[in-house]
Each structure stands twice: as structure tokens, then as C-alpha cells.
């Protein structure tokens, strides 16, 4: 027996609650079915339609304004992307993308409705009677009801993020720049990946260091991300291996679990390996951004970079904390073209951050930072 209640309708709100309404667009009828008994056998949860397609998905989503959206990609017809991209367009809301990680095709879809304006990516469910069930199910919910309170603009087909001009920050003028910078560490989440893409593609092949990343991430995605993110870069990007010599002109994502910290090679010039570690969640993550950007102070000292970009909650403020306290430089990107406004609003109310600028200067910045 499925420990999930079941329904054949869409049940009415408990009286004296306003739940939040999810509209849930799967082609599978076994899948859509499943998805609607995880997400309602949450209470504050209401699943107010399924669309069997995207273009079902459009219509209903102007028609049920529901607060928030879970989509599949690879639909027949027209596919969860377009139906992102129209929606974003018409009937602005809250989208979750619900994908297979074993399509690679899947995969790349769901990183295309990231940067069409879809918020974070997630695997389908497995069945009720596997042993990941429960926190997948625990999972899903959670997502869901955190994305509901994301607040969405239109987007306009085509459109780019608006160009801003950097704010330096008050305790900027105490910066001194390093003779060379030696590492760049980047920490984000919600709306990362579209973010990375758009600065890992305005850095050249030959950009002088490495680049090490926090991505919150979903289990199962990371080589895809790598991929997706390679296929619009001069940079090589790939999920780091531990022991692995980190090289100029290449980007590195944090595997799976573990927190990402660097060796020093005794000979080499100092460069650096990676080490991948098993130590406790910080601030409920692992890979952690906080533990990335201290641990880039401890390896490198003033030499490093720390960008914190879009992303909910505060992880990484505390990593810029021991970074910024010896001098190294952290840039933040600004509130008007982050997806969520959580992460590098922390660090900058936190006192850590030298600049702060609109995602498209992010990447040109970089690239005067390191010269």
C-alpha cells in the first residue's frame, strides 16, 4: 500500500489555510500521478491541475495562475522549454523542472528552461517503494513551497539581462590588489547555472587560473551541468576529481557530497590539487560555498577571488568572511539580475564584498581582476 494519500480529484482547501497551488505538467500518466500524491500529501500543498503537454502547460497556467509549476522537458509536441519561454512570457510563475538524469538530451533541456527563466532542477521520483522515496518526496516538497516564494519577472523573448554598472561598496578602498591571483571561487544556487554560463562564456581559453564552483545541485546532474556549461564556454568545465591538479583555462564543479578544498603541491609552483573531503554539513550544504571560499583563503591567501551570485539563503557568507578578512578580493552580483537575492545579499550586508555588479559584468570583471 502507498504510504501517500491518494485522490482522484483536486480536493478543496482546508478551511482557514491558503494553500499553495501547484499545476503539474507530466506526459506520463503514472509519473503525473505520482508527483500529485507526493506533492498533496503535504497539507499546504494543493495541486490545482495536470497538463499533459506544453502547450496544455501554457494554456492552464494562464488559466489556473497557480503559484507555482512542476515541468518535464522532453514532452512530444511542444517541450517543457518553449512551454518555459511562453510562459515566463505570458503568465509569469515559479517553474521546477522535474527531469530524468538519464537522458543526456533530458538533462540539457532542463538547463536550457534554467536560463529561459526556470528556477531549479530536480530528478523524477523514483516509485513509493524505493529506499530514496521518502526524502525525495521530503525533497520535492520542501522545493517546492521555497520556489512558491520566489517572485518572478516577465520575461521578454530574447530578452538579455539589463547591464548595470559595478557598485563599489564602502570598505572597498581597503583592498589592495595581489600581485597575481592564483584562484577564482565561485559559490551559487537558485539560478546558478544560467548565471555560470553567462560568465564562464566571457572568459577566454586562456584565462590565467583556475576556477573552482559551489553549485547547489540536485544528485545525478553535475556531469550534465559540465557539459551543458563546456558547450557555451572557450573554458574546459568539468565535475572535479580528488587528487586532481587544477589547471589555467578550466572550471571546475564540486562533486556530489563532498566539500571542495585544495593541497598545495610542494613543488610546481605552487600550484594546486583538489581535495575532496567528507566533513560535516555547513549550514546544511555539502559541497558547501562557505567551506569553498575559506578554504581558497587558507590555500591562497590574498590571491583569491570570491564571486557569490545568485542563490537563497546565506551559505558562503561566512567563507567570504575569512577570505575578505586577508584581503582577497569578492565580487557579488547585484539584486536586479539575480534570479533569488539571498546569497549575495548576506555577504554584502555582511560586510564582505569589494564590488558588487550586474551579472554581465561579472565576467569582463574577472578578467581585469586577474590581469
Not at 46 to 65: Q, T
Not at 76 to 87: S, Y
Not at 166 to 181: K, L, N, R, W, Y
Request: proline content about 7%.
Amino acid at each position: 500500500m502507498s504510504p501517500l494519500r491518494r485522490t482522484n480529484r483536486f480536493p478543496a482547501p482546508t478551511p482557514g489555510t491558503d494553500p499553495i497551488r501547484v499545476l503539474v505538467v507530466e506526459d506520463s500518466p503514472t509519473v503525473a500521478k505520482l508527483l500529485v500524491e507526493m506533492l498533496e500529501s503535504d497539507p499546504e500543498l494543493r495541486v490545482v491541475g495536470v497538463a499533459e503537454d506544453g502547450l496544455a502547460a501554457v494554456r492552464e497556467a494562464i488559466r489556473l495562475a497557480p503559484d507555482v509549476i512542476t515541468m518535464d522537458v522532453n514532452m512530444p509536441g511542444q517541450d517543457g522549454l518553449e512551454a518555459t519561454r511562453q510562459i515566463m512570457n505570458e503568465a509569469p510563475t515559479p517553474i521546477i523542472v522535474v527531469s530524468s538524469t538519464a537522458s543526456d538530451r533530458a538533462v540539457a533541456l532542463s538547463l536550457d528552461a534554467t536560463q529561459a527563466g526556470a528556477l531549479m532542477v530536480v530528478p523524477k521520483p523514483e516509485g513509493p517503494l524505493t529506499p530514496n522515496f521518502t526524502q525525495q518526496r521530503d525533497e520535492l516538497i520542501q522545493m517546492t513551497k521555497a520556489m512558491a516564494r520566489v517572485k518572478v519577472v516577465r520575461r521578454w523573448t530574447g530578452q538579455t539581462s539589463g547591464r548595470g554598472q559595478s557598485i563599489p561598496v564602502e570598505h572597498s578602498a581597503s583592498f589592495t590588489s595581489p600581485t597575481s591571483v592564483r584562484l577564482v571561487a565561485i559559490g551559487c544556487s537558485t539560478g546558478g547555472p544560467a548565471a555560470l554560463q553567462q560568465i564562464l562564456a566571457a572568459l577566454p581559453s586562456d584565462f590565467p587560473v583556475p576556477i573552482a564552483i559551489v553549485q547547489h545541485m540536485a544528485r545525478g546532474f553535475l556531469d550534465g551541468l559540465a557539459n551543458w556549461l563546456a558547450g557555451s564556454s572557450q573554458l574546459r568545465v568539468s565535475v572535479v576529481s580528488d587528487g586532481e591538479r587544477l589547471e589555467p583555462g578550466r572550471a571546475y564543479l564540486a562533486a556530489d557530497d563532498r566539500h571542495f578544498d585544495f593541497v598545495s603541491e610542494a613543488s610546481g609552483r605552487g600550484r594546486l590539487r583538489a581535495r575532496l573531503v567528507d566533513l560535516p554539513t555547513v549550514a546544511g550544504f555539502r559541497p558547501s560555498a562557505s567551506y569553498l571560499f575559506e578554504a581558497a583563503a587558507r590555500a591562497v591567501g590574498s590571491a583569491a577571488v570570491g564571486v557569490v551570485l545568485t542563490g537563497m539563503g546565506n551559505d558562503g557568507v561566512e567563507g567570504l568572511r575569512s577570505l575578505h578578512a586577508i584581503n582577497g578580493r569578492v565580487l557579488a552580483q547585484d539584486e536586479s539580475s539575480s534570479v533569488v537575492f539571498g546569497m549575495a545579499r548576506e555577504a554584502i550586508l555582511g560586510g564582505v564584498v569589494n564590488e558588487v555588479l550586474p551579472l554581465d559584468r561579472i565576467g569582463p570583471r574577472l578578467r581585469e581582476v586577474v590581469q
